[in-house]
């Protein structure tokens, strides 16, 4: 079993929809969790961490259910500058950051 | 530039062999990471360097592979006896503390024909 586990999509929405994707992690003694967004043939970039009781920032929520080992990320009314594929990074005990394989969001007028 | 640099860009090599990819971080950050990235995959995790800590070796995928971190800054990735496998984009990320935001390089494209 993958240490990160991500759907890869591709997800194919319109502008304005609300998009969710999941992210599940197999340690259970994983410290800290974030999302990346890594636009086409480019570097990947702190998008938001995650906290225990949820965060929001603008458009985008992240989630965290420590019980379920399970992460999410929610983007609502979606743009057309959201195109890219999002990964789900956790930090292990021994501070290695792991990334899922991503999830590709594609936005279309 | 204040960002992570690597190099080189590109590399083609014939297989058999040795590569090696620079990493020159951000200055005063004490973590980097190597990863490699496979066309249309995602981050594949190397080695994780923490100061003067010994290094976590556990995702270098066999003993071709090896990195050191001279001083606490600059890192090499060596490939050895390179095989058509290990065409990929390696990624290098520094980050100011262990678990912090990472902040990548541009990578370095290696074609192994």
């Known amino acids: 079993r993958k240490e990160v586990e991500q759907d890869p999509g591709p997800f194919n929405v319109p502008e304005g929809a609300t998009v969710a994707f999941n992210c599940t992690y197999s340690?259970?003694?994983?410290?800290?969790f974030f999302w990346y967004r890594q636009d086409c043939r480019k570097e990947p970039k702190l998008l938001m961490s995650v906290y225990s009781s949820g965060n929001e920032d603008g458009r985008f929520t992240a989630q965290l259910n420590r019980a379920s080992q399970y992460i999410s990320l929610l983007i609502r009314d979606s743009k057309l500058s959201d195109s890219a594929t999002y990964l789900c990074?956790?930090?292990?005990?021994?501070?290695?950051?792991?990334f899922g394989a991503g999830t590709r969001l594609t936005v279309k007028p | 530039g204040a960002g992570v640099s690597q190099s080189p860009s590109n590399k083609v090599t014939e297989k058999g062999k040795d590569v090696e990819l620079r990493c020159d971080p951000i200055?005063?950050?004490?973590?980097l990471y190597w990863y490699r990235q496979s066309l249309g995959q995602g981050l594949e995790f190397l080695i994780y360097?923490?100061?003067?800590?010994?290094?976590?070796k556990s995702g270098l995928p066999s003993d071709r592979f090896s990195a050191e971190r001279t001083g606490g800054s600059v890192s090499t990735l060596t490939i050895q006896r390179t095989q058509q496998e290990d065409s990929a984009v390696y990624l290098c990320a520094s980050s100011l503390l262990a678990g912090a935001e990472l902040f990548f390089g541009e990578g370095s494209r290696l074609t192994v024909l």
């Open positions: 340690n259970s003694a994983s410290q800290s």
């Open positions: 360097f923490q100061g003067n800590s010994a290094p976590d």
């Open positions: 990074v956790v930090r292990g005990n021994n501070n290695d950051m792991r």
């Open positions: 200055s005063g950050h004490t973590a």
